[in-house]
């Protein structure tokens, strides 16, 4: 998948700014804790756009919508 469609690369640390969706508690609690995690792979969201997988402080893995997360 091309970087090219994100302004992201493997490896940089991005905070999560917002969330788009209902996403579970745990999540939610974790993000209060701390927005800020590490960018792993990236994720065909519906054909046409590129998310983000991102790894909290807590190990936990989630993806993102790109305009979702900032740079850290």
Known sequence: MSQAATSFRIG?????SRVRDRIPGKLVEQLKKSDVG????????DGKGIGVIVELSDGTVSWFFND?????
């Open 68 to 72: 979702e997360i900032s740079p850290a």
């Open 12 to 16: 940089s640390k991005v905070r999560i």
């Open 38 to 45: 590490k960018v792993l792979n990236y994720k065909m969201t």
